[in-house]
Structure formats: structure tokens, C-alpha cells
């Protein structure tokens, strides 16, 4: 199967974050129309996690487009670094930790429900980008599939 040099190079990444932030800002707007829904009447705590999740994310994210480039540069399958536990974790950086600390230091129940809400969005998005992996990869993915999570890393056999 053929793959494009730029769907090789950003996946569904452009089309889940545009779905992100387009439900990102709604989940915004409901909260100002609502009056803000505060989850804790101090917010200093709920900032410092923040702080920690963003550091977590971007470092996750980071890491993963580092060792990302042996696929980008070689057409090889890349399952060392964060890829040896997850099968995304450029997307899982942003959904698992990016995005939930941006609810946390907006204090806000509703967009802390949108961050929540986020994950079955990107678990509908990364079965195309999954088919054409397997497509590509065959049956060295499909063993790679079967040992590795998804969004979080597996720490159970199928």
C-alpha cells in the first residue's frame, strides 16, 4: 500500500487535533454560558498538577517524535523508546496529559468532562491510521498490536 509523505508524516494527528479544539472551545463557550462550574473553590493545587501533566506530555511528546524519525526515515516500524509500551504516544501525550491539564488549570468541571470525552473521539480517529499500519506491517504489526495499548501502556498479555 502506498502512504503519502504526509499522511506518512502527521497521521490523524491534524484531523484529531482540529476535532479537539473545535470541542475545546465549545466545551469553553458552555462553560461561560453555565457560569463556570468551578472544581475547587482554591485553584492553586488543581495549577500545580497542571504544571506536572504539561511537563509529563510535552516530555512524552517529545520523546516520541524523537525516536518517531526511524520510521519516518527508514519505513521501518518503530517500537522502541515510548512505542516499545503504547502504540501512540505522540497522541496520548496531548489527550492523556496535555489536554486534561488544560481542564485542571481552567478549574472548570465541563471542560475537565471534554477532556474526559476526548479519548473515544481518538480511539474512533486511529483505527484508520491503525489499518494502515496494518496494511503496511502485516503480521510484524499485528505481533506488535497484540503486545502494546493503545493510548496507555499494556501491562497484560491478550
Known amino acids: 500500500m502506498a502512504i503519502s509523505r504526509l499522511n506518512k508524516l502527521f497521521g490523524i494527528g491534524p484531523m484529531g487535533m482540529f476535532i479537539s479544539f473545535v470541542l475545546l472551545a465549545i466545551a469553553v463557550w458552555v462553560d461561560r454560558i453555565m457560569g463556570h462550574s468551578a472544581i475547587l473553590a482554591n485553584p492553586t493545587p488543581l495549577k500545580v ?13 517529545f520523546w516520541s517524535f524523537w525516536t518517531l524519525r526511524i520510521w519516518w526515515a ?6 522502541m523508546g515510548p512505542f516499545k509500551w503504547f502504540r501512540h504516544p505522540m497522541y496520548a501525550a496531548w489527550i492523556t496529559f496535555i ?5 485542571l488549570y481552567l478549574n472548570s468541571w465541563i471542560i475537565l468532562f471534554f477532556a474526559v470525552l476526548i479519548h473515544p473521539i481518538w480511539h474512533q480517529l486511529v ?5 494502515m499500519m496494518f496494511d503496511i506491517f502485516q503480521e510484524e504489526y499485528r505481533s506488535y498490536w497484540t503486545r502494546t495499548g493503545r493510548f496507555f501502556p499494556r501491562t497484560w498479555n491478550r
Do not use: F, M, N
Open 99 to 103: 489536554i486534561p491539564a488544560v481542564a
Open 49 to 61: 498538577v497542571s504544571v506536572v501533566l504539561v511537563i509529563i506530555g510535552l516530555g512524552l511528546y
Open 127 to 131: 483505527t484508520q491510521e491503525e489499518k
Open 74 to 79: 527508514e519505513d521501518k516500524l518503530c517500537t
